[in-house]
């Protein structure tokens, strides 16, 4: 079975400034990690109390990882040419954001 292929993301990246793997993240988060697997993949968005303490783990403003996450479930999740080319443009002015903020 071919396994697809996920782009790394800035929550990727994040993780890796705070040395974390996703195994520890959903432990700290008392979650599944096919549930963390699922969020840094964008096929799924944490729900709002994951999300704050998600914040917390990762040292980001909740708003901030809540736009990530918003911009990636866009980006990965929208199929029609013209969706993928706005959300693709809405994800480099997020990460651009992220950049300026750091």
Known sequence: MRRSFTPRTKLHRMLEEIRMSQKMLAEIMNVDPPTVSAWM???RIPQAASMERLAQVLQR???????LFVAQNIVFNHRKPV???????LYDLVQE????AE
Request: net charge negative; hydrophobic share 25%; aromatic share 10%.
């Open 41 to 43: 993949s964008g096929r």
């Open 61 to 67: 403003d909740p708003d901030y990882v809540e736009g």
């Open 97 to 100: 954001g992220a950049q300026d």
């Open 83 to 89: 969706c993928k080319w706005i959300s693709a443009h």
